[in-house]
């Protein structure tokens, strides 16, 4: 261990590898039910060289590497190792925006770039990003999209990795590939921009869309050390409005209606004690708001940007009343409990810290997955099944349903808190994760980002994608060091 130690401080420098016990054991575990495991080293690494190096490395060492570019917490347990000796590959440094194209609305960026850090460049130049739900306020920009992580506006989402266009990767072998518009013969980024190139089209280079096999890879495949993102124009008008429902089901029609016209911006549909933590910041803001919120909620946004920005948001305005008014719902600017001013800014910043799904119960487990719209309702009930009958309060499951590619998938998602601190809680709501995820993939729930135990249960009914799947990684990662125990690896 020692000899690997020194060439590690070698390639990225005495103080940036660290085996401090406090730090290794932060990096053992997550909010996930993972099995904790510490880490060998965490190496923080500045450049793509340096990434490289490592990674060509671990090849003869047959070392594993887990790459993490977000900070703490963390909940999927996909940063946490399953290999022995693993040495986490710290990306969090390298968090420069290396170009912010206006006319293209392209920006090029580091892993290590964060929402709230990109948001501010951004606005310099006119210019925002869509974002999830409340993101970390340390998260990585790349690495939420790499996951595919929801975003907010879904007549923007034009495909699932959206908006993910060309990246840098270091693949499991060692080599450098440069996806989409990037990987043409001029390989340099100066060169591509001179010759009016923005790194903008994800596909090729030739006929395959490599950045697919990085997708919700888990950092299984490679390791990304830049990406360009596709980005919008800053609104000079933004509101937000609310259709409330006793029930999710007096939604789905009128949901639906809007997004076949595309109208609105951010359109989200989320249930009372997801709000509820959203805008409560301690136990008893939130219990307090869950009885006063309405049990659901569409929350649409209208923005007006360079083009007739108030004639557009007043006719859409006017255009998203009338469906609303037809289906019998109200449509509205304050709702018991929440201002639109209120939501809005929220919607539009990353999230408090502590993260606003750790500030109810001190823990949070998720299940989330692609659906229909029209299906939801009854995968609903069926965790809510769940939950009575391990006597786990319904009322405390936070719901939230994000529209994806236009509206023609969802991404459904239930956020069960836990006290960590109580074993009785934390063995129950493992339970529960487990029992509830297994009944919802009977159902058809599709579970395209498998984390954790989730891997067995897809892969287990899938054996022809798992096998293709490893014959993949053997070819990208001939020697499985990259994040081995992840998928079906």
């Not at 693993?86 to 420069?96: F, H, N, Q």
């Not at 850090?117 to 409340?134: G, I, M, V």
């Not at 809680?425 to 954790?452: H, M, N, W």
């Given at each position: 261990?020692?000899?690997?130690?020194?060439?590690?401080?070698?390639?990225?420098?005495?103080?940036?590898?660290?085996?401090?016990?406090?730090?290794?054991?932060?990096?053992?575990?997550?909010?996930?039910?993972?099995?904790?495991?510490?880490?060998?080293?965490?190496?923080?690494?500045?450049?793509?060289?340096?990434?490289?190096?490592?990674?060509?490395?671990?090849?003869?060492?047959?070392?594993?590497?887990?790459?993490?570019?977000?900070?703490?917490?963390?909940?999927?347990?996909?940063?946490?190792?399953?290999?022995?000796?693993?040495?986490?590959?710290?990306?969090?440094?390298?968090?420069?925006?290396?170009?912010?194209?206006?006319?293209?609305?392209?920006?090029?960026?580091?892993?290590?770039?964060?929402?709230?850090?990109?948001?501010?460049?951004?606005?310099?130049?006119?210019?925002t990003a869509c974002t999830p739900l409340l993101p970390r306020v340390n998260k990585?920009?790349?690495?939420?999209?790499?996951?595919?992580?929801?975003?907010?506006?879904?007549?923007?989402?034009?495909?699932?990795?959206?908006?993910?266009?060309?990246?840098?990767?270091?693949?499991?072998?060692?080599?450098?590939?440069?996806?989409?518009?990037?990987?043409?013969?001029?390989?340099?980024?100066?060169?591509?921009?001179?010759?009016?190139?923005?790194?903008?089209?994800?596909?090729?280079?030739?006929?395959?869309?490599?950045?697919?096999?990085?997708?919700?890879?888990?950092?299984?495949?490679?390791?990304?050390?830049?990406?360009?993102?596709?980005?919008?124009?800053?609104?000079?008008?933004?509101?937000?409005?609310?259709?409330?429902?006793?029930?999710?089901?007096?939604?789905?029609?009128?949901?639906?209606?809007?997004?076949?016209?595309?109208?609105?911006?951010?359109?989200?549909?989320?249930?009372?004690?997801?709000?509820?933590?959203?805008?409560?910041?301690?136990?008893?803001?939130?219990?307090?708001?869950?009885?006063?919120?309405?049990?659901?909620?569409?929350?649409?946004?209208?923005?007006?940007?360079?083009?007739?920005?108030?004639?557009?948001?007043?006719?859409?305005?006017?255009?998203?009343?009338?469906?609303?008014?037809?289906?019998?719902?109200?449509?509205?600017?304050?709702?018991?409990?929440?201002?639109?001013?209120?939501?809005?800014?929220?919607?539009?910043?990353?999230?408090?810290?502590?993260?606003?799904?750790?500030?109810?119960?001190?823990?949070?487990?998720?299940?989330?997955?692609?659906?229909?719209?029209?299906?939801?309702?009854?995968?609903?009930?069926?965790?809510?099944?769940?939950?009575?009958?391990?006597?786990?309060?319904?009322?405390?499951?936070?719901?939230?349903?994000?529209?994806?590619?236009?509206?023609?998938?969802?991404?459904?998602?239930?956020?069960?808190?836990?006290?960590?601190?109580?074993?009785?809680?934390?063995?129950?709501?493992?339970?529960?994760?487990?029992?509830a995820s297994e009944e919802l993939i009977k159902q058809g729930a599709y579970f395209?980002?498998?984390?954790?135990?989730?891997?067995?249960?897809?892969?287990?009914?899938?054996?022809?994608?798992?096998?293709?799947?490893?014959?993949?990684?053997?070819?990208?990662?001939?020697?499985?060091?990259?994040?081995?125990?992840?998928?079906?690896?």
């Amino acid at each position: 261990m020692d000899n690997k130690k020194e060439k590690l401080m070698s390639i990225v420098g005495k103080e940036n590898v660290l085996d401090d016990p406090e730090i290794l054991e932060a990096h053992s575990s997550d909010h996930s039910f993972a099995r904790p495991m510490n880490p060998r080293f965490l190496v923080k690494v500045k450049s793509v060289d340096q990434v490289q190096e490592i990674v060509g490395w671990a090849n003869q060492t047959r070392t594993p590497l887990v790459p993490v570019s977000s900070g703490p917490p963390h909940f999927n347990g996909d940063t946490v190792p399953s290999a022995t000796g693993a040495i986490i590959v710290d990306l969090s440094g390298m968090d420069k925006i290396l170009r912010i194209d206006r006319r293209n609305r392209v920006a090029l960026i580091e892993p290590g770039v964060t929402y709230g850090q990109l948001q501010t460049e951004l606005a310099k130049e006119s210019l925002t990003a869509c974002t999830p739900l409340l993101p970390r306020v340390n998260k990585s920009v790349i690495a939420s999209l790499l996951e595919r992580q929801p975003t907010l506006i879904p007549k923007f989402h034009w495909s699932f990795p959206e908006p993910l266009r060309c990246l840098e990767v270091v693949w499991g072998g060692g080599e450098i590939f440069w996806t989409g518009e990037a990987g043409g013969q001029v390989r340099s980024l100066e060169k591509q921009w001179e010759n009016g190139l923005a790194q903008l089209d994800p596909k090729g280079p030739l006929e395959t869309d490599w950045h697919r096999l990085i997708s919700a890879s888990q950092g299984t495949m490679g390791i990304v050390t830049w990406a360009t993102i596709k980005c919008q124009i800053l609104p000079k008008i933004h509101k937000l409005f609310f259709v409330p429902a006793k029930s999710l089901e007096d939604l789905v029609d009128c949901a639906y209606r809007l997004l076949r016209l595309r109208l609105g911006d951010e359109l989200l549909l989320i249930n009372s004690s997801n709000l509820a933590s959203l805008l409560g910041e301690n136990p008893r803001e939130i219990s307090a708001l869950k009885e006063e919120l309405p049990p659901w909620v569409i929350i649409i946004g209208i923005a007006g940007r360079d083009i007739l920005p108030e004639e557009k948001v007043e006719v859409q305005e006017q255009d998203i009343q009338e469906i609303v008014h037809q289906f019998g719902l109200q449509f509205a600017s304050t709702i018991p409990g929440a201002t639109s001013a209120r939501v809005l800014d929220l919607l539009l910043r990353p999230s408090r810290t502590p993260y606003w799904k750790l500030s109810y119960r001190g823990g949070c487990r998720d299940i989330f997955f692609l659906t229909l719209l029209e299906k939801a309702p009854e995968l609903v009930r069926t965790v809510h099944a769940c939950a009575e009958a391990l006597d786990y309060p319904r009322t405390d499951i936070g719901i939230y349903i994000q529209p994806q590619h236009q509206g023609v998938a969802n991404h459904c998602e239930f956020n069960l808190p836990f006290d960590p601190a109580n074993a009785r809680d934390v063995t129950r709501v493992k339970e529960l994760f487990a029992r509830a995820s297994e009944e919802l993939i009977k159902q058809g729930a599709y579970f395209s980002r498998p984390y954790d135990i989730w891997a067995n249960m897809v892969y287990g009914r899938d054996i022809q994608t798992a096998s293709l799947l490893k014959e993949i990684k053997d070819i990208f990662d001939p020697n499985h060091v990259l994040n081995p125990g992840k998928l079906c690896f």
